[in-house]
């Protein structure tokens, strides 16, 4: 799935993440492989997971790695930012980074997508490292491309219950 230059086969994933889900239905059961898969695909990352909006708070859902926060404010850190943005956040050094919350000392740079059917905001997915810079923009774009895919798993029997898992 990556390649010796610490690549990863974005392509690939979007193909194993098709044949994960198949033809199931279970949301959660989706959410877990779409981590699980992510996780033993990228090299160099110590946490990720899938945050869940649940009112009007990010909750902690499926995950690879430590334990981690539980609950996370919209606006607070990189994922509440992400999560009232809209927008994915990249970033670089997370201790640069105003208002970040350390669930993981070892964390030093973080990508954050935030997942989006239609206009709804589900959650966002969290990817941390250890190693600053880790994420590039072909690492952003490759991640993104693949929560839409994810979203397009979620949605495709209808809209998830709130909150989808």
Not at 118 to 126: M, N, P, R, W, Y
Request: glycine letters at 8%; aromatic letters at 6%.
């Amino acid at each position: 799935m990556t390649t010796t230059d610490n690549k990863t086969d974005f392509r690939l994933l979007a193909v194993q993440l098709e044949a994960l889900t198949g033809s199931e239905t279970d949301a959660l059961a989706n959410t877990a492989n779409f981590v699980g898969l992510l996780f033993n695909a990228m090299p160099d990352i110590n946490w990720l997971g899938v945050y869940v909006l649940r009112d009007d708070a990010l909750m902690l859902g499926p995950f690879q790695g430590n334990p981690a926060c539980v609950r996370i404010a919209i606006g607070d850190g990189v994922c509440g930012t992400a999560a009232s943005e809209r927008k994915t956040q990249r970033v670089a050094d997370v201790h640069e980074f105003p208002g970040h919350i350390a669930c993981d000392p070892a964390s030093r740079s973080e990508l954050v997508v935030p997942l989006i059917a239609g206009s709804t905001l589900l959650g966002v997915l969290d990817i941390d490292s250890p190693s600053p810079g880790r994420f590039s923009a072909d690492d952003q774009a490759g991640i993104e491309a693949l929560c839409e895919d994810f979203i397009r798993v979620l949605m495709r029997d209808g809209p998830p219950a709130a909150p989808f898992i």
